[in-house]
C-alpha cells in the first residue's frame, strides 16, 4: 500500500528566508508525486508535479522539487518566501496505471513571519 | 487552467437531513471525478472514485448508502449525504481528472458542511 509523510506538522519562516519541506513515500509500484497548496476555507491548487524525466520541477510561484528515487524522497523547496506563501501544503502520489486517486501526505502548515 | 465547481460553498442542516453537493467541471469533461473529507487542520481522505455511467468505487470504511455519489455527466458528480449526523461535519472537497490523461486534478473549492 502507497502512503506518503511529511515529517514537519509546521514549519515557521521568515520572509525571504529560504524553505524546504519534506515528502517522503512508499510505494510497491512506481508513482507519480504531486505538491498542492490549500489557503484556509479554499480547495487544493497543484503547485508542481513529477510524472517522469528530468527529476527536478518547477512550478508555480517559485517552488521547485525535486524527485529522489533512492531516497524515495520529493522535497518542496523555494529560495526566498514571500508573507503570502503562508498556507498548508500537501504532498501526494498516485500510482502508474491507476484511475489517478491520489494518497496524501497530513500536510505542512508553512508560516511566514515578517 | 481547467476549473472546478463546488456547490454549496456552505450547508447547515439539521440532523437526520440529506444534504447534496454538486461538483462540476466547468470548461472540460471529466470521465473520472474524486470526492474527498477533510477534517480541521488534517490531510484529505479519499471517500470515492467517480466514473461517468457506473457506480462509484468507496474506499474502505465509507459506507456507500450513506454517501450517495452520482456522475450522471461527464460534467456533474453530485455526493449527497443523507440521515446526516453532527460527526458528518467536515470539509467535502471534489476533483476531476485531466481527460488529456497528464495525470492532474483539478480541485473543486470544497463545501463546509455543518451537521446541528
Known amino acids: 500500500a502507497q502512503s506518503v509523510t511529511q515529517l514537519d506538522s509546521q514549519v515557521p519562516v521568515f520572509e525571504e528566508a529560504p524553505v524546504e519541506l519534506r515528502c517522503n513515500y512508499s510505494?510497491?509500484?512506481?508513482?507519480?508525486l504531486f505538491w498542492y497548496v490549500q489557503y484556509p476555507n479554499q480547495g487544493l491548487q497543484l503547485l508542481l508535479k513529477?510524472?517522469?524525466?528530468?527529476?527536478l520541477v518547477k512550478g508555480i510561484n517559485g517552488f521547485e522539487a525535486e524527485f529522489n528515487k533512492s531516497q524515495t524522497s520529493f522535497h518542496l523547496r523555494k529560495p526566498s518566501v514571500h508573507i503570502s506563501d503562508t498556507a498548508e501544503y500537501f504532498c501526494?502520489?498516485?500510482?502508474?496505471?491507476?484511475?489517478?486517486?491520489?494518497?496524501f501526505g497530513k500536510g505542512t502548515k508553512l508560516s511566514v513571519k515578517p | 487552467g481547467a476549473v472546478v465547481s463546488q456547490h454549496p460553498s456552505r450547508v447547515i442542516c439539521k440532523s437526520g437531513t440529506s444534504v447534496k453537493i454538486e461538483c462540476r467541471s466547468l470548461?472540460?469533461?471529466?470521465?473520472?471525478m474524486f470526492w474527498y473529507r477533510q477534517f480541521p487542520k488534517q490531510s484529505l481522505m479519499l471517500m470515492a472514485t467517480?466514473?461517468?455511467?457506473?457506480?462509484?468505487?468507496?474506499e474502505q470504511g465509507v459506507e456507500k448508502d450513506k454517501f450517495l455519489i452520482n456522475h450522471a455527466s461527464l460534467t456533474l458528480s453530485t455526493l449527497t449525504v443523507t440521515s446526516a449526523h453532527p460527526e458528518d461535519s467536515s470539509f467535502y472537497i471534489c476533483?476531476?481528472?485531466?481527460?488529456?490523461?497528464?495525470?492532474?486534478?483539478?480541485f473543486g473549492p470544497g463545501t463546509r458542511l455543518l451537521v446541528l
Open positions: 510505494s510497491s509500484v512506481s508513482v507519480y
Open positions: 501526494a502520489v498516485s500510482e502508474w496505471g491507476s484511475q489517478g486517486n491520489l494518497i
Open positions: 513529477y510524472l517522469s524525466g528530468s527529476t
Open positions: 467517480s466514473n461517468e455511467g457506473s457506480k462509484a468505487t468507496y
Open positions: 476533483s476531476a481528472r485531466d481527460p488529456s490523461g497528464k495525470e492532474t486534478q483539478y
Open positions: 470548461d472540460f469533461q471529466a470521465t473520472t
